[in-house]
């Protein structure tokens, strides 16, 4: 009888470690989802505000180097359409990469602010 708890208690714990295992992952892979190379790279291409990307810079750990972001750019430039307009927040169609509404909010500012400074 004291093997059955014995058992039944570890299987319990087990299983407790591993939901917190998994929550803890599935945590970092929606911060992961939510600031990525790519966003960012996105995001300094449309010239959002400098302290926009110094915070998304924080929350990447790390600040991408512009020949990478050129690479990203380019590839965003191939598979965008011109009438593209982030839909279901996405960059482009098909990524796997989605952007918040308040990031493509700063998007559509930023090019009204080129827009109007080319005036």
């Not at 058992?7 to 299983?15: M, Y």
């Not at 990478?68 to 982030?86: G, H, I, K």
Request: hydrophobic share 35%.
């Amino acid at each position: 009888m004291g093997s059955i708890r014995a058992v039944t208690t570890r299987t319990i714990a087990t299983c407790f470690l591993a939901g917190v295992a998994f929550l803890s992952s599935f945590s970092q892979a929606q911060q992961a989802r939510l600031f990525s190379t790519e966003g960012y790279c996105i995001l300094a291409f449309e010239q959002v505000e400098r302290a926009y990307l110094l915070e998304y810079e924080k929350r990447l750990g790390f600040r991408p180097k512009v020949k990478l972001c050129n690479r990203v750019n380019r590839l965003v430039a191939e598979f965008q359409p011109a009438s593209w307009d982030y839909q279901f927040g996405q960059p482009y169609p098909g990524s796997s990469i989605y952007i918040t509404p308040e990031q493509v909010e700063r998007i559509h500012s930023a090019r009204e602010r080129n827009r109007q400074a080319r005036r």
